[in-house]
């Protein structure tokens, strides 16, 4: 039998599509422009004459792009810090949420535990103390400056101890009627259960990771340390001083290099994310509520 959508229904879905679709839309057209400006030409990018579309058609600020070294050492820099930083962040919410989602007749300080996480995600110890921290440990200007301290991500360790408390109980007590402790448990039962709300923050740390610019600016002290946001940070503010000759004036800008920076810099997730979309999504429902 094939139900009917009444008119209303009708309406209410071309309202909510039509909204969303606005929105996307909205949300896109910064990356769109930004994308026309790049491709553009330098007297219509310099004029402001560029909306959505590019004028005079060329490469030349990515051609020059390509030859700048100081963009892919940046770009270097942060793809170590995503390897670096996203291993560590998972592997330390995972050993963290695991002992977290026990019943509390197992762990019976696992509220007291809790808590003091959670505080810690409200209250931070604030700048210059942490600087201070940095700098007596000997990790300025050193990569493990920008990992080390957003190491144990709270946020993180919520949603994935939630969604190991929502992973029966008797899958964990077969496991150790068969002899497995809590590290076999862990790693060949909760961890294989848990691929949505892995991906979930992951893609949730990706992100961080990727987008984070200030940190590199207070912890680096040579540009060459310096992670790609924030290194495009100084491009932006600080301009493009590198196009000094007559002849690259000609056909690139500093708008136009600017803008081919932008997107190259936001390039990687936005080719990563379609494909952690279905996990994202599933892992983000699964994870905000225990099942």
């Known amino acids: 039998m094939v139900e009917r959508i009444s008119l209303s229904r009708k309406l209410f879905l071309a309202g909510a599509y039509g909204l969303l679709a606005l929105l996307s839309l909205l949300c ?31 490469l030349s600020s990515y051609e020059y792009v390509m030859n700048k070294p100081e963009f892919f050492r940046a770009f270097g820099v942060s793809v170590q810090r995503i390897g670096l930083g996203v291993t560590l962040n998972i592997f330390l919410a995972v050993i963290i949420a695991y002992p977290l989602s026990k019943e509390i007749t197992v762990f019976r300080a696992r509220t007291l535990y809790t808590w003091i996480f959670v505080f810690t995600m409200l ?11 940095i700098k007596a ?32 109980r ?49 912890y680096m002290n040579r540009p060459e340390h310096m992670p ?11 301009r493009d001083t590198t196009l000094q000759n007559l002849p690259e004036l000609q056909e690139v800008t500093d708008r136009t290099s600017i803008a081919a ?15 952690l979309q279905r996990f994202f999504i599933k892992g983000m429902v699964l994870g905000s509520v225990k099942g």
């Open 137 to 168: 440990t000997g990790l300025l200007d050193t990569i493990w400056a920008l990992v080390l301290p957003g190491a144990v991500p709270i946020f993180l360790v919520i949603l994935l101890l939630n969604f190991f408390r929502g992973i029966p």
């Open 28 to 58: 896109m057209m910064p990356i769109i422009h930004i994308l026309a400006v790049s491709f553009s030409g330098s007297a219509p990018a310099t004029a402001g004459l560029i909306k959505f579309w590019p004028v005079q058609f060329t």
């Open 170 to 218: 008797e899958l964990e007590e077969a496991a150790f009627m068969d002899g497995a402790g809590h590290w076999t448990t862990l790693w060949r039962i909760f961890v294989p259960l848990s691929l949505p709300s892995l991906a979930t923050i992951t893609l949730f740390s990706t992100v961080n990771h990727w987008n984070a610019w200030f940190d590199g600016f207070i």
């Open 123 to 133: 209250f931070s110890g604030g700048l210059i103390p942490t600087f201070l921290t």
């Open 261 to 275: 920076q932008v997107f190259l810099g936001s390039l990687p997730i936005l080719l990563v994310y379609p494909f």
């Open 228 to 238: 790609l946001q924030t290194y495009l940070r100084s491009v932006v503010i600080d």
